[in-house]
């Protein structure tokens, strides 16, 4: 097991790491989710759902490298938190990927828009994705996110923007054009509901 595997192991769900500031996060995510039921915007609340949805698919799977190997997360979180949720999951990466997917979605323009004369949705894809894997590169060069396979390097960011991130915004924009309600639903509520059935089962056989 790496050093910084263990690091991260070692502070796993551990309730006396808690700060008070989580409380205000959590209200500052319940008001941006508020703001978009108020306002009906159907579009942007369930987008930004399925973005939250498929970063804890994305955060599951990579605990599981961690137990299979026992020796490194594909992606850890070591640094300082107020709670250890999954190996490469705390607490206020999971806020922040809450937000993430609204702010996306309200950025969108509409879908006959070109952007260089190419469609707008895949051309957004690839640069919300470029940009946020240049903010895990300065993260992960100040040492609170941590990369230990070689696969998975600065060197080599293909991989961390194609599997990291363009699942993510796919997912969103996807869900934000779907033509009703009630298709966006059932594909947010299919999302959440494989996360709720994979962290019971993990959960359950001590491999989360």
Request: hydrophobic share 60%.
């Amino acid at each position: 097991m790496t050093d910084t595997g263990r690091v991260a192991l070692e502070s796993l769900r551990d309730a006396s790491q808690f700060k008070w500031y989580v409380i205000p996060l959590l209200l500052l995510v319940i008001y941006v989710y508020a703001v978009e039921v108020e306002r009906r915007n159907w579009n942007v609340l369930f987008a930004g759902l399925a973005l939250w949805g498929a970063d804890w698919f994305n955060e599951i799977w990579n605990a599981l490298v961690f137990h299979f190997t026992d020796r490194a997360p594909v992606w850890g979180a070591a640094g300082p938190t107020a709670y250890q949720i999954l190996i490469g999951l705390n607490i206020e990466i999971c806020f922040m990927f809450a937000i993430m997917g609204i702010a996306a979605a309200k950025m969108l323009p509409p879908r006959e828009t070109r952007i260089f004369g190419l469609p707008n949705r895949p051309v957004l894809i690839a640069a919300n994705s470029a940009a946020a894997v240049g903010i895990e590169v300065l993260l992960n060069k100040a040492g609170v996110l941590t990369w230990e396979w070689s696969w998975w390097q600065p060197s080599f960011p293909f991989l961390i923007w194609l599997i990291g991130y363009v699942p993510f915004f796919a997912a969103c924009f996807y869900v934000h054009d779907l033509p009703s309600v009630r298709s966006k639903a059932l594909v947010v509520g299919a999302i959440f509901g494989i996360d709720a059935i994979a962290l019971v089962a993990f959960g359950a056989a001590g491999w989360l």
